[in-house]
């Protein structure tokens, strides 16, 4: 027998002593789980964030160590949520680290059976020159009344309402000066 | 969003609020916590309805035969609100002799057009005292627009232009009867409109029994009034229909007879589903519309800068509209700066134009004719999230080029390789020549930048880290691609350039070429460009000129960064602060929390009562005060008349409350903006297994169709073939899932408590068609056949309509095709077709009809075999359905397209 058990120990015991009648909390922990930090507390910087899923806007906690976001968790100063996340809010440090996530840019060629690796910088570049070649193209001076136009019918885009105002901003003052005006989002869905 | 703990009832109505927006349902929660009733009617029986009083289980797509009745119950019982319907709405105002109601026309009103299947509105016009109708050309809409015709209103969705006010009527000289009795009234219109609307139509046409009725009709009129206010809430399950504007206009007359809007504890919630799809409406990544709701120009329309000022608003019309030309030269400032002068009508000439309808469906269907070489996809994965998944997919491998910033590889960009045409042989591999850029997207953790919340609330998040890799911030994507762009064409001396190389493109950007998100902010915000105060940001669109003395992005954001302080970013904890928070984010306009507030208060300023103060007048000194900051002239006494004719802000009384609608009132009747009625009228969804209870007209005759071989449709009502797709289905969400899985099918935790696509079907339904628990089941509709498994239920409530049993299906639709997610399974939108609103373009996936069988679907061309029997053994064709005029003896059926 353990030495160090003695009566006080016996779960019974410890669930009565320390108010756990359940014995859901304290009266069955482990050492192991003793000495366990969260790591929230381990944390070098918390950011003031919000939940990017629904539009609720619950205020999230973003815990950063050595670069890294370790854990999120509801913002309890928020006057909207008030500290709570439904599940996809709470799993979103899976959002941001999930192993599955893409972090390389790919180019699938014309007729191409398979990805292949690209450089950002080179597919970014031929996304602009395609870009100019398309507008160039499909670019529509006036109707068949000789109304001024003015835009191309060969650029759209669909996207926008998980994005930031600011990144939506700048997609539609960019494509409305291209003259590009097939621009849409979840909104209209 | 707090404030629905103000309410004393609570009716959620398409919206499974408790799931889809749970840590919002708190507030429902305290609401009911303190002896609020809530009610939850919905085809489903869901978390919500388990936590609310009451769950009424509806026929998806009726709803306007619920909320009609209501109506109908309010006014037969004299139990609106009548100091408040008098003088806050235009109860009083006397609609022109030329109106006709559905009621005359069996389910027309008025103006339809047989040829443009859509409306002119001008005998919709409220009546003039000066002799004329105010259809009187330059009366209303401006000195130049005249009256635009709802065929073009809709083929632009000028519907959106309201997400900020109502629509011009210059002239406010309305005839008034106050009494409420004048028979062209609108007060007695709305009667004469809904005298059919009767409990027993309500249960031949939702299912709804009338004790059922009765419930919800007493507990709705018994919490409003003076002392006591109910909230609506709603979500897509009211948008997604062929006439979805007109459902929550419906509950806008409930809210308007019974006085609750405006007041704490009431109005109407619309709870959307992305962290910014409204900031992504306010400052739209949408077709139709500019910044803070201003009209795209459209040719024909709006071919000059005169003619483009006078639709949006004119000085002579009432309300803050008036000042558009402000909002719009500096938008216009924002966008081209120095470039844009007086003399060539700043830079106007650099818009393109609109020349129809644009939208994501029309602009699907013109990638399958080979007219868009080029797609962004930002964040959104169409191949399963909108509706005709297989046309979504079949258009895109029509592109020259695809462009696909995300997070993971959703299906929109594996399509090619492994989606549900490359299985069954429709699409091969190597024939597919889009060229595809996967370019990885930054979450929100790795950037600074402002959501704007369901309730019109900015706040910022800011950068937590660096992106990992190659993951780059929209920003800093869009402001590279731009810099590019501009680059190649900086030698140019084409005309068509100079909107590219004249726009404002050079923002501070970090070490990694990030652009400062703040000074983004800045510019949409607005600065004074001259004077004493130049370079100073501006705090209020009121300060906005149409001079060019300022700029600014987006008018109705301009206060979130004034004093050069990003307010969004404001954090003062809540329990700090009274429920309304003003401290915490920055909601638009002007940092007001709910809007009208100023209807709170009675027409001399007084709060309605003690129990629901919200916004008052101090006379002492002299202005509105109270709880949030007043939706109102801070200085204009209750007791303030303008003098005849005055325009703009100026022109509305001391107890106009609403002052973005035109006459200060809020509208009943809609003379104006509504396309497809001036009152909300029952039409069954674009495929119903029911007939049209109430009038000849089955569907809504404005509503959008697109009669093509890939887009057919079951018939209708008692139309042979109907029994072939004898069920309905409706989509919805999980608590687990985020539409089109593009955020949560990747992430481990999520797919684990969510892993498959299933149905859900009543006991009895499995009944009768041999389904299983836990067993598989296909269903069939006219565009698609897809496998679930199968959940066999009683949160399904079979429904009786006139006599004969109607099931519902339960599809969640968040799944997709595909083999780089964790979970996948088939996609419930490919069941959908696509048939639009006409107000806003939005496609009905609310209601539809289809078959369901026991066990998998087959495969390959075995599978396209199965769909087109059933089309074959329905009869339909291209015209199925979509008919627009129906059951009329003059109407001949519509033949076009095919």
Known sequence: MDPKKTFLSWPVVRQVRSGDFLGRGPAVTSAHTRELTPRTATADKVVQSVCPYCAVGCGQRVFVKDGRVVQIEGDPDSPVSRGRLCPKGSASEQLVNNPGRQRKALYRRPGGTDWESIELSTAVEMVAQRFVESRRRTWQDHDEHGRPLRRTMGIASLGGATLDNEENYLIKKLFTAAGAIQIENQARI | ?898
């Open chain 2, 1 to 898: 969003m707090q404030d629905l703990s103000n309410a004393d009832c609570i009716v959620i109505q398409g919206s499974n609020m408790a799931e889809c927006h749970p840590v919002a349902y708190q507030w429902v929660t305290e609401a009911r916590l303190k002896g609020a009733r809530v009610i939850h009617v919905d085809p489903r029986f869901t978390r919500t309805s388990a936590t609310a009083d009451k769950h009424i289980p509806i026929r998806a797509g009726s709803d306007v035969v619920l909320l009609g009745a209501l109506i109908k119950y309010i006014l037969d019982n004299e139990l609106y609100f009548k100091e408040y319907v008098v003088a806050y709405t235009n109860a009083a105002t006397i609609v022109s002799e030329k109106f006709q109601d559905t009621e005359d026309l069996d389910g027309l009103f008025s103006g339809y057009d047989d040829e443009k299947g859509s409306y002119s509105q001008e005998t919709w016009a409220y009546a003039s005292n000066d002799g004329a109708d105010d259809e009187t050309p330059g009366t209303i809409g401006g000195p130049a627009a005249g009256h635009e015709h709802g065929h073009t209103k809709s083929e632009r969705a000028a519907g959106d232009e309201h997400g900020s006010g109502g629509p011009a009527l210059e002239h406010a000289k309305v005839l008034r009867d106050e009494t409420l009795q004048d028979p062209n009234s609108v007060f007695q219109i709305l009667k004469k409109h809904y005298a059919r609307y009767t409990p027993e139509m309500v249960a031949d046409t939702c299912g709804i029994g009338v004790d059922d009725f009765e419930y919800l009709a007493r507990s709705v009129t018994e919490n409003s009034g003076r002392e006591r206010t109910t909230a609506f809430v709603y979500a897509v399950g009211w948008t997604q229909h062929t006439l979805g504007a007109q459902f929550i206009r419906t509950a806008a007359i409930v809210q308007l007879l019974l006085g609750n809007m405006g007041r704490p504890g009431g109005g109407i919630m619309a709870l959307r589903g992305h962290a910014s799809i409204q900031g992504s409406t306010d400052i739209p990544t949408l077709y139709n519309i500019l910044p803070g709701y201003l009209a795209m120009p459209v040719a024909g329309l709006h071919d000059t800068w005169d003619d483009y000022l006078g639709a949006i608003g004119n000085k002579e019309q009432k309300g803050f509209w008036a000042n558009a030309d402000t909002y719009a030269v500096s938008l216009l400032k924002a966008w081209w700066g120095k470039a844009a002068t007086a003399e060539n009508d700043w830079c106007f000439d650099y818009l393109p134009r609109l020349s129809g309808a644009h939208g994501t469906y029309q602009t699907t269907m013109a990638m399958l004719d080979d007219q868009v070489e080029g797609y962004f996809l930002l964040g959104q994965n169409p191949a399963v999230g909108s509706a005709h998944g297989r046309m979504q997919r079949q258009a895109m491998s029509h592109l020259k080029w695809l462009v696909v910033r995300d997070f993971n590889m959703i299906e929109s960009a594996t399509f090619w390789k492994d989606g549900p045409e490359i299985a069954s042989g429709e699409l091969k591999t190597e024939d597919i020549g889009t060229e595809v850029f996967f370019l990885p997207a930054a979450a929100h953790t790795e950037k600074s930048g402002s959501f704007t919340q369901t309730q019109r609330m900015l706040q910022w998040h800011h950068q937590a880290v660096e992106p990992p890799g190659d993951c780059q911030s929209e920003l800093q994507f869009f402001y590279e691609l731009g810099r590019r762009v501009r680059e190649l064409l900086a030698d140019s001396t084409d005309e068509r350039d100079r909107p590219l190389l004249d726009l404002t493109w050079d923002y501070p950007t970090d070490e990694h070429g990030e652009p400062d998100a703040e000074a983004v902010l800045a510019e949409v915000n607005g600065r004074h460009l001259t004077g004493d105060k130049a370079g100073e940001p501006l705090s209020s669109y009121t300060e906005m000129k149409a001079d060019g003395s300022t700029d600014g992005g987006c008018w109705i954001y301009t206060g979130v960064y004034a004093d050069g302080v990003n307010h969004a970013a404001a954090r003062k904890p809540g329990r700090e602060q009274d429920l309304t928070a003003l401290d915490w984010g920055w909601a638009w306009p002007a940092n007001r929390r709910i809007l009208y507030n100023r209807a709170s208060a009675d027409p001399e300023g007084n709060p309605w009562s003690e129990r629901k103060r919200y916004v008052w007048w101090d006379a002492e000194a002299g202005k509105w005060t109270g709880h949030d900051v007043p939706d109102f002239v801070p200085d204009k006494a209750p007791s303030y008349r303008p003098e005849p004719g005055t325009g703009g802000p100026a022109g509305l009384a001391g107890d106009d409350p609403f002052v973005m609608q035109a006459d200060g009132k809020g509208w009943l009747f809609a003379p104006k903006g509504m396309l497809d009625g001036p009152l909300p009228t029952h039409y069954e969804p674009q495929e119903s297994p029911v007939s049209n209870p109430l009038y000849a007209q089955q569907s809504n005759p404005a509503r959008k169709v697109f009669p093509r071989k890939d887009n057919l449709w079951s018939p209708s009502g008692d139309a042979p073939g109907a029994d072939v797709y004898p069920y309905v289905f409706t989509t919805y969400r999980l608590t687990e899932h985020h539409t089109a899985g593009g955020m949560s099918r990747w992430l481990p935790y999520l797919s684990e408590l969510q892993p498959e696509f299933f149905c859900e079907v009543s006991p009895e339904l499995a009944a009768e068609r041999g389904l299983e628990n836990g067993g598989w089941a296909t269903i069939v509709s006219a565009r698609a056949a897809i496998e679930a498994r199968v959940m066999v239920t009683e949160r399904m409530t079979p429904l009786v309509v006139r006599g004969r049993t109607i099931h519902q299906i339960g599809l969640p639709y968040h799944w997709g095709v595909g083999s780089n997610a964790i979970v996948s399974g088939d996609a419930a939108n490919d069941l959908l077709g696509v048939a639009l609103d006409p107000n806003v373009q939005i496609q009905e996936s609310k209601a539809g009809s289809c078959d369901i069988v026991p066990g998998r679907r087959p495969a390959g061309d075995e599978l396209l075999r199965l769909v087109a029997e059933y089309q074959s053994r329905a009869g339909s064709t291209v015209m199925t359905s979509n008919e627009l005029r129906t059951g009329h003896p003059e109407s001949t059926p519509d033949t076009r397209g095919g």
